[in-house]
């Protein structure tokens, strides 16, 4: 099972991961946001139900995505991007849409600074 971790992250918290992981120690995959705001800003709830359409789904086109959720082919063409620009989903060669995860764990701490 392929888990992806969505997160915040600093950048010395990334480069830590990436230090860590050329030192050989395996870090898992993540998906890290400079901010909370850019996390929400981001993954909004209608991404987030396309994001919940696509888990295990294998590759699907825009359209086959669309109808899963029930959502205009446009709309879902403009999130799909969305996700695709910040490396949730990513793009097969045949122009297919997959998300390559199982399971989405989402991993932040919220704090007045």
């Given at each position: 099972m392929?888990?992806?971790?969505?997160?915040?992250s600093?950048?010395?918290?990334?480069s830590?991961?990436?230090?860590?992981?050329?030192?050989?120690?395996?870090?898992?995959?993540?998906?890290?946001?400079a901010?909370?705001?850019?996390?929400f800003?981001?993954?909004?709830?209608?991404r987030?139900?396309l994001?919940?359409?696509?888990?295990g789904?294998?590759p699907?086109?825009?359209?086959?995505?669309?109808?899963r959720v029930a959502?205009?082919?446009?709309?879902?063409?403009?999130?799909v991007h969305?996700?695709?620009?910040?490396g949730?989903?990513?793009?097969n060669?045949?122009?297919?849409?997959?998300f390559p995860?199982?399971v989405?764990h989402?991993?932040?701490?919220?704090?007045?600074?």
């Amino acid at each position: 099972m392929r888990t992806v971790t969505l997160g915040v992250s600093s950048r010395e918290e990334m480069s830590a991961r990436f230090v860590a992981a050329f030192k050989g120690n395996a870090q898992g995959a993540h998906i890290s946001f400079a901010s909370h705001e850019l996390l929400f800003q981001t993954l909004t709830p209608l991404r987030w139900s396309l994001i919940r359409a696509v888990i295990g789904a294998g590759p699907l086109s825009i359209r086959e995505i669309a109808r899963r959720v029930a959502r205009d082919v446009k709309g879902v063409h403009r999130d799909v991007h969305a996700l695709l620009d910040v490396g949730i989903l990513e793009r097969n060669a045949d122009g297919t849409i997959e998300f390559p995860y199982d399971v989405v764990h989402v991993d932040f701490l919220l704090k007045n600074d």
